[in-house]
């Protein structure tokens, strides 16, 4: 059974950080490329980040840029997500999602695995 489980996710003033993380198992975490999206209430999900199976690329949306840093570990089956200098708009829930290819975060849909989402507020 396939699951990516996040965690992480809470309450922060603007200003801070959180580090966000996800476990997969069910599948061959080490051949895939994961990503993060978020989605805020009454806004359209938004691709956040994302890093192919062997950390040789990586993806920003702009407004992340310079301060999110995502980073994986293949031992642990686990993608993280470093989220410095949290700004109000940075709120929402954050799904980890899998794919074999890497080209399809560039899409942003049609990505074969989701998690179900952790919950990050910041407070301004």
């Known amino acids: 059974q396939v699951q990516l489980v996040e965690s992480g996710g809470g309450l922060v003033q603007a200003g801070g950080s959180l580090r966000l993380s996800c476990t997969a198992s069910?599948?061959?975490?080490?051949?895939?490329?994961v990503g993060w999206f978020r989605q805020a209430p009454g806004k359209e999900r938004e691709r956040v980040a994302a890093?192919?199976?062997?950390?040789?690329?990586?993806y920003y949306v702009d407004s992340v840029e310079g301060r999110f840093t995502i980073s994986r570990d293949n031992a642990k089956n686990t993608v993280y997500l470093q989220m410095n200098s949290l700004k109000p708009e940075d709120r929402g829930v954050y799904y980890c999602a899998a794919d074999r290819d890497y080209s399809v975060f560039m899409r942003g849909y049609g990505i074969q695995y989701w998690g179900k989402g952790t919950l990050v507020t910041v407070s301004s």
């Open positions: 890093i192919d199976w062997s950390s040789t690329l990586t």
């Open positions: 069910g599948f061959t975490f080490e051949t895939y490329a």
